[in-house]
């Protein structure tokens, strides 16, 4: 792996000049005027702090960036791990200090993973899983901020509990706390998509509504606060007080947090590599992300992972190298001593306006039209459920339940195959001087789709049906894969009818099939004449047998079948 990220270092760095440093920088800039609003609403977001956003970014573009298995990865704090973190943080008995040790447990979880080279696990997540997760996490995101951009109280640990007890506490909003919310709501979409590229809209919504506070200092709105002027937050990760309980029952959050950094980093490299046409080493991001996000807890930040908008701007700004992530780590640093008296006045309302546009724009809607437009009805319920799951449960839990489904729409549908059947034409065999041979009272079986132990019965069915004639020709030349209890099933079969007098012969198998049989001792206790090229060979050519052969086209089946 540290080969690999050499020969890496070596090609991203190869011709590197003045001019492509200026780029990096250029790109930095940009990159950091949009990760400044959203490094301080999604460290509210998590239950922590504005600061502790902004530490995340910090560390996470210096240290993630440098050691990335890409050239383009910008990382920080993100929509869909704030979901996760802010019912950890809102349980009084472990506090923000959970938050830090799950971060800490979570990057040694991420770092094990790329040693062990299991970045590519996230491919076994189907799409619509994928959809539905991230619509969820949209559907928390927006209702945990329901508070900050209403001006109203309610209490919980989840997003739903604090819904529901808007019906016991009430829900009365404070009107210049809601105003100078939409107004960034506003401006963010109504604000030119081409300008967004050059001044993103979030960043104009927050100054505009800032400037209208700071002016008129409307009563009752809450604020962000104090930004210390330091890189080591007040509150940070501490050990005091931990014990074994404690952890067991952090643990479980952890894998959460750690899963999530492995879905939104991977995923963000592999549609940021095609964006970029430059290649992308899953491991190595890995160990990026674990060693990330091992440090950030000791300096007071949250969990970081991989962020598609800030690595899509980056890409679009004209990034050269990995070192555009560190820059803009670097001027958001530089943001944080220089603009920290004026971010403190930033209205708490502004940022969950970010928040609720970010929540819409999060949703992946040209994939969620698709399929429901198209009408794929596996797809809509992997979609929903796991939509539905991820709200009501734990995201974890959301994804195992999504998958589950997944696999079980899967073999419903692997488990269709077609099985037709054909006499064999006795007027032709006449003709070629084989009538009378057993073939003139034969059946050919034709077999499409994978075989294995829940389809298997179809087939069955269907030879016994057939049992009246005396030869059967059961063509696998449509059969891709066949399982052992497939083969074992037709065994029985061909000896059941063996017994009975009558003749049963396979043909077109190709070498994945025909491996299978002879594993499995078929060809041996059905006896020589038992497997063939072709139907072509069984009819006419009936004393040469072929084992495990590759299949080739039954070109001329339709000379000795009826249709």
Same mark, same amino acid.
């Given at each position: 792996?540290?080969?690999?990220?050499?020969?890496?270092?070596?090609?991203?760095?190869?011709?590197?000049?003045?001019?492509?440093?200026?780029?990096?920088?250029?790109?930095?800039?940009?990159?950091?005027?949009?990760?400044?609003?959203?490094?301080?609403?999604?460290?509210?977001?998590?239950?922590?702090?504005?600061?502790?956003?902004?530490?995340?970014?910090?560390?996470?573009?210096?240290?993630?960036?440098?050691?990335?298995?890409?050239?383009?990865?910008?990382?920080?704090?993100?929509?869909?791990?704030?979901?996760?973190?802010?019912?950890?943080?809102?349980?009084?008995?472990?506090?923000?200090?959970?938050?830090?040790?799950?971060?800490?447990?979570?990057?040694?979880?991420?770092?094990?993973?790329?040693?062990?080279?299991?970045?590519?696990?996230?491919?076994?997540?189907?799409?619509?899983?994928?959809?539905?997760?991230?619509?969820?996490?949209?559907?928390?995101?927006?209702?945990?901020?329901?508070?900050?951009?209403?001006?109203?109280?309610?209490?919980?640990?989840?997003?739903?509990?604090?819904?529901?007890?808007?019906?016991?506490?009430?829900?009365?909003?404070?009107?210049?706390?809601?105003?100078?919310?939409?107004?960034?709501?506003?401006?963010?979409?109504?604000?030119?998509?081409?300008?967004?590229?050059?001044?993103?809209?979030?960043?104009?919504?927050?100054?505009?509504?800032?400037?209208?506070?700071?002016?008129?200092?409307?009563?009752?709105?809450?604020?962000?606060?104090?930004?210390?002027?330091?890189?080591?937050?007040?509150?940070?990760?501490?050990?005091?007080?931990?014990?074994?309980?404690?952890?067991?029952?952090?643990?479980?959050?952890?894998?959460?947090?750690?899963?999530?950094?492995?879905?939104?980093?991977?995923?963000?490299?592999?549609?940021?590599?095609?964006?970029?046409?430059?290649?992308?080493?899953?491991?190595?991001?890995?160990?990026?992300?674990?060693?990330?996000?091992?440090?950030?807890?000791?300096?007071?930040?949250?969990?970081?992972?991989?962020?598609?908008?800030?690595?899509?701007?980056?890409?679009?700004?004209?990034?050269?190298?990995?070192?555009?992530?560190?820059?803009? !780590?670097?001027? #958001?640093? +530089?943001?944080?001593? @220089?603009?920290? %008296?004026?971010?403190?006045? &930033?209205?708490?309302?502004?940022? $969950?306006?970010?928040?609720?546009?970010?929540?819409?724009?999060?949703?992946?809607?040209?994939?969620?039209?698709?399929?429901?437009?198209?009408?794929?009805?596996?797809?809509?319920?992997?979609?929903?459920?796991?939509?539905?799951?991820?709200?009501?449960?734990?995201?974890?839990?959301?994804?195992?339940?999504?998958?589950?489904?997944?696999?079980?729409?899967?073999?419903?549908?692997?488990?269709?195959?077609?099985?037709?059947?054909?006499?064999?034409? !006795?007027?032709? #065999?006449? +003709?070629?001087?084989? @009538?009378?041979? %057993?073939?003139?009272?034969? &059946?050919?079986?034709?077999?499409? $789709?994978?075989?294995?132990?829940?389809?298997?019965?179809?087939?069955?069915?269907?030879?016994?049906?057939?049992?009246?004639?005396?030869?059967?020709?059961?063509?696998?030349?449509?059969?891709?894969?066949?399982?052992?209890?497939?083969?074992?099933?037709?065994?029985?079969?061909?000896?059941?009818?063996?017994?009975?007098?009558?003749?049963?012969?396979?043909?077109?198998?190709?070498?994945?099939?025909?491996?299978?049989?002879?594993?499995?001792?078929?060809?041996?206790? #059905?006896?020589?004449?038992?497997?063939?090229?072709?139907?072509?060979?069984?009819?006419?050519?009936?004393?040469?047998?072929?084992?495990?052969?590759?299949?080739?086209?039954?070109?001329?089946?339709?000379?000795?079948?009826?249709?």
């Amino acid at each position: 792996m540290f080969k690999n990220y050499t020969s890496m270092l070596k090609r991203e760095f190869s011709g590197y000049n003045a001019s492509r440093l200026i780029k990096d920088l250029l790109a930095g800039l940009t990159v950091a005027a949009v990760a400044l609003p959203l490094a301080l609403a999604f460290g509210v977001a998590s239950g922590a702090t504005a600061a502790s956003g902004l530490i995340t970014a910090i560390i996470a573009g210096v240290v993630i960036s440098a050691l990335s298995g890409a050239s383009f990865q910008i990382s920080g704090p993100t929509g869909a791990m704030s979901a996760v973190l802010i019912t950890i943080a809102a349980n009084e008995a472990i506090g923000l200090n959970g938050v830090f040790v799950v971060c800490l447990i979570a990057g040694v979880i991420l770092l094990v993973c790329g040693i062990f080279r299991l970045g590519k696990l996230v491919s076994l997540i189907p799409r619509p899983v994928i959809t539905g997760f991230t619509s969820g996490i949209a559907v928390i995101i927006a209702l945990g901020q329901v508070d900050n951009f209403f001006g109203t109280v309610s209490e919980g640990n989840t997003a739903i509990e604090k819904l529901i007890s808007y019906g016991r506490l009430g829900f009365t909003p404070h009107l210049w706390t809601l105003f100078l919310g939409i107004i960034v709501v506003e401006i963010m979409i109504l604000w030119p998509k081409k300008w967004n590229a050059k001044v993103p809209s979030s960043l104009i919504g927050i100054i505009v509504s800032t400037v209208i506070y700071v002016i008129f200092r409307f009563d009752g709105v809450a604020t962000v606060g104090e930004i210390p002027k330091t890189l080591f937050l007040s509150d940070r990760l501490s050990f005091s007080g931990l014990n074994i309980d404690t952890l067991m029952t952090l643990l479980p959050s952890a894998l959460t947090v750690a899963a999530l950094g492995m879905i939104e980093s991977l995923l963000c490299g592999a549609s940021a590599s095609r964006m970029k046409n430059e290649p992308f080493d899953a491991n190595t991001e890995l160990v990026a992300q674990g060693v990330g996000n091992i440090l950030i807890p000791f300096f007071g930040g949250v969990p970081a992972t991989a962020a598609i908008a800030r690595t899509s701007v980056a890409i679009k700004s004209g990034a050269q190298t990995r070192l555009t992530g560190i820059f803009h !780590a670097l001027w #958001l640093l +530089a943001a944080m001593f @220089l603009l920290g %008296g004026v971010m403190s006045l &930033v209205p708490m309302s502004a940022l $969950g306006g970010v928040l609720l546009v970010t929540a819409w724009r999060m949703n992946e809607w040209h994939e969620i039209k698709y399929i429901f437009k198209k009408k794929f009805i596996g797809a809509i319920l992997q979609f929903l459920i796991t939509m539905i799951a991820t709200v009501v449960f734990d995201l974890t839990v959301a994804i195992v339940i999504g998958i589950i489904f997944s696999l079980m729409v899967f073999i419903k549908n692997a488990a269709h195959i077609d099985v037709t059947s054909a006499p064999v034409d !006795a007027k032709r #065999l006449e +003709a070629r001087g084989k @009538l009378g041979s %057993g073939h003139d009272n034969g &059946v050919v079986v034709y077999v499409t $789709g994978d075989m294995f132990f829940a389809n298997i019965g179809k087939l069955t069915d269907k030879l016994t049906a057939l049992s009246e004639h005396d030869e059967i020709i059961i063509s696998l030349r449509g059969v891709p894969d066949i399982d052992i209890t497939s083969v074992e099933t037709l065994g029985e079969l061909a000896s059941e009818f063996e017994a009975q007098g009558k003749r049963v012969v396979f043909c077109g198998m190709n070498d994945t099939v025909a491996k299978v049989f002879d594993k499995s001792g078929i060809f041996g206790e #059905l006896g020589d004449g038992c497997v063939y090229k072709t139907i072509d060979a069984v009819l006419i050519e009936d004393n040469i047998c072929v084992k495990a052969e590759k299949n080739v086209a039954e070109s001329e089946n339709e000379n000795y079948v009826k249709s």
